[in-house]
């Protein structure tokens, strides 16, 4: 639980590089490849502003769900970034006035509770992450060096 912020800064950096591209999208209006060189027209997408500061924007969430995945275990982490779909959803509301039905509500309630109930697994794990797993008096170079290619190809791992 103690890596928590990390994570819903992943989950906010995610939803907001999604809103900047969509407004960088809007302000280029509809794309058509036809008569242009594709090449030329990608370049001229990823170096608008508001798709280029998106873009940016991924590769600081990119970065921080590295260093998340390197403190607590994927199954626990990942899972959260369901909520960049709620944060995605609520803002579109409000800044592109974007549909937000009773079924995109439903939904949405339903991402928020399968989120709080996997956050209470963490709870379980007694504070442990990554860090302070037992690894029976190994390191954790140790732990994945006997990993062996004869193992490996029988296709038991112990």
């Keep these: 639980m103690k890596?928590?912020?990390?994570?819903?800064?992943?989950?906010m950096t995610n939803a907001a590089a999604q809103l900047m591209l969509k407004q960088g999208m809007m302000s280029l209006g509809p794309i058509s490849f036809e008569g242009s060189n594709p090449l030329l027209k990608l370049l001229q997408i990823v170096f608008s502003p508001w798709v280029f500061f998106g873009l940016c924007t991924f590769v600081i969430s990119m970065a921080a769900h590295i260093y998340v995945l390197s403190k607590v275990e994927l199954s626990f982490a990942y899972p959260f970034l369901s909520l960049a779909y709620v944060a995605v959803a609520i803002f579109a509301y409000f800044i592109f006035r974007?549909?937000?039905?009773?079924?995109?509500?439903?939904?949405?309630?339903?991402?928020?509770?399968?989120?709080?109930?996997?956050?209470?697994?963490?709870?379980?794990?007694?504070?442990?992450?990554?860090?302070?797993?037992?690894?029976?008096?190994?390191?954790?170079?140790?732990?994945?060096?006997?990993?062996?290619?004869?193992?490996?190809?029988?296709?038991?791992?112990?």
Excluded: M, P
């Excluded at 709870?123 to 290619?149: I, M, V, Y």
């Design 3 to 11: 890596y928590i912020v990390s994570i819903l800064f992943t989950v």
């Design 98 to 158: 974007e549909d937000l039905n009773g079924w995109r509500i439903a939904g949405i309630a339903f991402i928020c509770v399968g989120t709080v109930l996997i956050a209470q697994s963490g709870r379980d794990l007694g504070g442990r992450d990554l860090d302070s797993r037992d690894l029976g008096g190994r390191g954790h170079d140790e732990e994945t060096a006997s990993f062996s290619s004869d193992k490996i190809q029988s296709g038991i791992v112990r």
